[in-house]
């Protein structure tokens, strides 16, 4: 099915500025669109004119004409337009319609005239290929939130629609899941000409899969092009603070220091074949090593905790761990393996339920302690910043957490300052945080947690939503945190800030830990990433593409460009 937009404009209610301005494009059938872009630029609400959300039920003014298959979207209603329009949202909680999985998965194709039988069998299929099956029993709010983001997208796949609009459906998954969605995807285009589009702030994504991408930036489409194209102009996405393939910023980095002038790679691949012909072999130092932890005793130690939730999900199976006091430590590992269920053991909310299972915080043992004493020690963020985001206003959230530890009025104003500050949140301090973009409401749950000033800080996946600039400065502002000594643990699926910003990794995988280590080690380790469900970043697989051996300190593109610069 074709999509055209015809001089397309769209304000929402009471908003001052349009989200999208003037948007004329045309997408034949079966194309495979990517569309990218920073936060506010119009990207979701894009894809919500697709099926007629927009301009049937979200209010605001459209201008122009959205035609699906040569109709206007204004002559259909949402329900016809959604057989042929599947689209899957941000956030999968929103999404989900029933107390089981399988009657999720079976909802959307229920509707659409099909035998039991058909509807079974799509939506089996779809269920095994987002990694779902064994799962059909469960209560869907009760899942991780990878496996969450797998059911919203299976109850989409089971419709069969013609065109597919997927807004960030990867954010929450492991680099494997991920990978199976692009596999899955690739072969719809292929074999059944659906059209897709598809949100996505990850390039190396973007780059395999699309026939195009569209830039966003401020309600309109800055840059249409092949990923070649697009991913060429290192200016434009710059500009926006879009996320570059690593191996293009390496190689821009080196044409910036005057040693590059041909075209630059997209792929490990490509810039192996373009460098080997050009570079020395052996070995370069990095100067930026980074500074060993301020002490090396445990702050936190965990021994044997098993968790198990009902009867059915053994979610910890005797897990031993230490984290240093000062140390960055990255918990990665595939969706389900049980990294929130350890977080949340750290932090007091759940406990063992072996009795022998122990987590001690600073010498307290968190099963005995009172939370309002833990919290002093050790606090979360959870994976969904709304879970935990109740106040109606930024500020009365932030000072919540403060007068629950009973912090004198004059302090916690200081301390509510600095939160801000630190934050970048005083433009929002009187605004209610449910109003707020997903990135905003972020770093207000997270200033909300760093304003107790916890000696550890337990961050459950913070950059899930958040476009390239956002999350960088999250990360940064952590990273601040740690070199003023507080004990860092997060949660993430995105492999490139493990490498940046860890100085050690924690791999999880079934319940169990499968093996801790600095990021040069662990990312050494094929036979643990298979396992695990994960991938090596293209900076390390470049470098043992060239053979080099100790990868201590390569943390980042500008790292690998550097060393690549000594050997030219
Ligand atoms: N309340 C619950 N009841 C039953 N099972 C649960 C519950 N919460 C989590 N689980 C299950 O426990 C396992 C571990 O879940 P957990 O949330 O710790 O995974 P995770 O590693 O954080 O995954 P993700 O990367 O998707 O966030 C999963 O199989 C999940 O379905
Ligand atoms: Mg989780």
Do not use: C
């Not at 299976?154 to 991920?178: K, N, W």
């Not at 092009?225 to 926006?240: F, K, R, W």
């Amino acid at each position: 099915m074709s999509i055209e937009f015809h001089d397309v404009s769209f304000t929402y209610w009471q908003a001052e500025e349009p989200a999208l301005q003037h948007i004329t494009l045309e997408i034949p059938a079966g194309q495979f669109v990517a569309i990218t872009g920073p936060t506010g630029a119009g990207k979701s609400t894009f894809l919500q004119m697709l099926n007629g959300l927009i301009p049937h039920h979200i209010p605001g003014r459209m201008e122009g004409e959205v035609l699906v298959n040569g109709v206007s979207t204004r002559e259909l209603s949402v329900a016809q337009l959604s057989r042929q329009v599947g689209l899957v949202f941000e956030d999968p909680d929103s999404q989900i319609v029933s107390l089981t999985v399988e009657d999720d998965v079976a909802f959307g194709p229920s509707n659409l005239g099909w035998s039991a039988e058909e509807i079974r069998r799509h939506a089996r299929q779809a269920l095994e290929q987002t990694r779902l099956l064994g799962f059909e029993g469960r209560n869907p709010f009760t899942l991780s939130g990878g496996e969450k983001q797998s059911l919203a997208m299976a109850g989409i796949l089971a419709m069969r629609p013609q065109v597919l609009a997927l807004d960030e459906p990867t954010s929450m998954l492991d680099p494997i899941g991920r990978a199976r969605i692009v596999s899955i995807l690739k072969a719809l285009a292929a074999e059944t000409n659906t059209t897709i589009l598809v949100v996505e702030q990850n390039p190396e994504l973007i780059i395999e899969l699309a026939d195009r991408v569209l830039l966003f930036d401020g309600g309109r489409v800055i840059r249409d092009g092949t990923p070649q194209e697009v991913y060429s102009d290192v200016e434009a996405l710059q500009q926006v603070g879009a996320k570059l393939p690593p191996m293009v910023e390496t190689f821009w980095e080196l044409r910036r220091r005057g040693l590059w002038q041909e075209a630059l790679p997209f792929t490990v691949e490509q810039a192996v074949a373009a460098l080997k012909p050009r570079i020395r072999s052996g070995y370069a130092q990095n100067s930026n090593t980074l500074s060993p932890p301020s002490a090396d005793g445990a702050i936190v130690e965990v021994r044997e905790v098993e968790h198990r939730y009902g009867d059915e999900v053994q979610a910890l199976q005797s897990v031993s761990a230490r984290f240093r006091r000062g140390e960055t430590t990255a918990i990665v590992g595939q969706n389900g393996s049980g990294k929130s269920t350890l977080a949340f053991h750290l932090v007091g909310i759940l406990q063992p339920t072996n009795p022998q299972g122990r987590v001690i915080v600073d010498g307290l043992d968190v099963r005995t302690t009172p939370l309002r004493e833990l919290i002093r020690h050790i606090n979360y963020v959870f994976q969904n910043p709304d879970d935990q985001l109740f106040q109606e206003t930024a500020e009365l959230e932030i000072e919540y957490g403060l007068k629950q530890l009973g912090i004198p009025a004059d302090e916690r104003r200081r301390r509510l300052e600095w939160a801000l500050e630190l934050f970048g949140l005083h433009d929002y301090a009187h605004n209610a945080p449910k109003s707020l973009r997903r990135g905003l409401r972020t770093r207000i749950a997270v200033a909300s947690v760093v304003a107790m000033q916890p000696e550890v800080l337990v961050v459950d996946e913070p950059t899930t939503g958040l476009d390239r600039r956002e999350s960088l400065e999250i990360m940064q502002t952590l990273q601040g945190l740690a070199e003023s000594g507080t004990t860092i643990i997060f949660i993430t699926h995105e492999m490139d800030l493990v490498a940046q910003f860890a100085q050690r990794v924690l791999v999880m995988h079934a319940g169990k830990i499968l093996r801790q280590g600095a990021p040069t080690q662990i990312f050494a380790d094929l036979p643990v990433l298979q396992q695990a469900s994960l991938s090596q970043p293209d900076i390390y697989s470049l470098a043992a593409a060239l053979g080099w051996g100790d990868l201590s300190a390569l943390r980042t593109p500008a790292d690998l460009a550097e060393r690549i610069a000594q050997l030219m």
